[in-house]
């Protein structure tokens, strides 16, 4: 095939392809539900960013809704926790002892955080909705706890985006538990 002939092909595939797929501004459910969110533009765009380009019913319910971005949060926390235990507590920076045993700490409430997300996840697959939000407020006390530890010594941190990186991560499990509180 010629290099143009080749060209027209890709763009009648992914033509092809995207007309299959809606577009996330064609399911007003996601943005409907998020508009219920402490940090709406924050549920939005994580969604459009992790999720893009994959099918979802275009009357998708806030236990979907919520499901997916609690897989997307859960995605996150691990990159937060590897960050802490390969940038911080594995680096080459050295760390008084007083913040390295805060950065241990968090990186333990993190973990136990990601914990309680697979357990309110299962939880929303039974139905149990007492159990999903309980799981859901134990998660967002574990990263409360870490971002706390963490301002202890704010101003000793080798480098902010760890501090901001937890940040953002609770910001999501705010809108995630905003979300499951308007599932009955």
Do not use: W
Request: glycine share 2%.
């Amino acid at each position: 095939m010629a290099p143009s002939t080749n060209n027209v092909a890709l763009a009648l595939f992914f033509f092809v392809c995207v007309s299959f797929f809606p577009s996330l501004n064609a399911v007003p459910d996601i943005t409907k539900t998020c508009e219920q969110t402490k940090h709406k533009e924050l549920c939005i765009s994580s969604f459009k960013e992790s999720y893009m380009g994959r099918y979802l019913p275009n009357n998708a319910k806030p236990d979907l809704i919520a499901s997916i971005l609690i897989k997307i949060i859960v995605n996150n926390a691990s990159d937060v926790s590897r960050n802490l235990k390969t940038t911080v507590l594995e680096g080459p920076v050295p760390l008084t002892p007083d913040v390295r045993t805060k950065y241990g700490i968090c990186d333990h409430e993190v973990v136990s955080a990601m914990k309680e997300l697979d357990k309110a996840r299962t939880a929303m697959e039974s139905m149990n909705h007492k159990s999903e939000k309980f799981n859901m407020k134990a998660a967002v006390t574990n990263v409360e706890n870490c971002e706390n530890e963490l301002k202890q010594v704010e101003s000793q941190l080798p480098d902010q985006k760890q501090f901001d990186e937890v940040i953002m991560l609770k910001k999501l499990l705010e809108n995630i538990e905003d979300i499951i509180k308007t599932i009955k």
